[in-house]
């Protein structure tokens, strides 16, 4: 897509810290970091959310971000993927992140309103779900 940033990013238009670059996956630490190491790994191929993306072109993701978090020597840290506006998605290019988490200050910080829910609701859920995959 001509103007997403990050296909500019991945055509050379705007430069980045490059951490890694093969046909299917750039990677390259985020500019506005959560903590030391923060990196995006982002698939080639635009596309606005995951289920955009063929899988062939997400095969690299999640070995070249174990890579960057081993590098960077993050003991702890989290793989983040968010996908639309109401899940605080900024950028319109799918995009993984990598946070290192060196300490309670530093890294990513999260709210996790768990809900309760009866096993009758999740055996319905389930069984709703596998018949659609």
């Known amino acids: 897509m001509a103007n997403c940033i990050f296909c500019r990013i991945i055509r050379g238009e705007i430069p980045s810290f490059k951490l890694f670059e093969s046909d299917k996956v750039f990677a390259f630490l985020d500019i506005q970091p959560l903590s030391r190491g ?5 698939p080639k191929h635009h596309g606005v959310k ?9 095969q690299e993701v999640l070995p070249v971000a174990k890579r960057i978090a081993k590098a960077v ?4 840290y989290n793989i983040l993927q968010n996908n639309g506006r109401l899940a605080h998605q900024v950028v319109e290019h799918v995009h993984f992140h990598m946070i290192p988490k060196p300490n309670e200050q530093e890294g990513l910080g999260i709210s996790w309103p768990a809900m309760e829910m009866e096993k009758s609701k999740l055996e319905e859920l389930s069984q709703e779900v596998k018949a659609k995959m």
Not at 38 to 42: E, G, K, P
Not at 50 to 58: E, K
Not at 73 to 76: F, M, Q, T, V
Request: aromatic share 0%; charged share 20%; hydrophobic share 40%.
């Open 38 to 42: 923060h990196s995006l790994i982002i």
């Open 50 to 58: 995951l289920t955009d993306i063929p899988d062939d072109q997400l």
């Open 73 to 76: 020597g993050a003991e702890n």
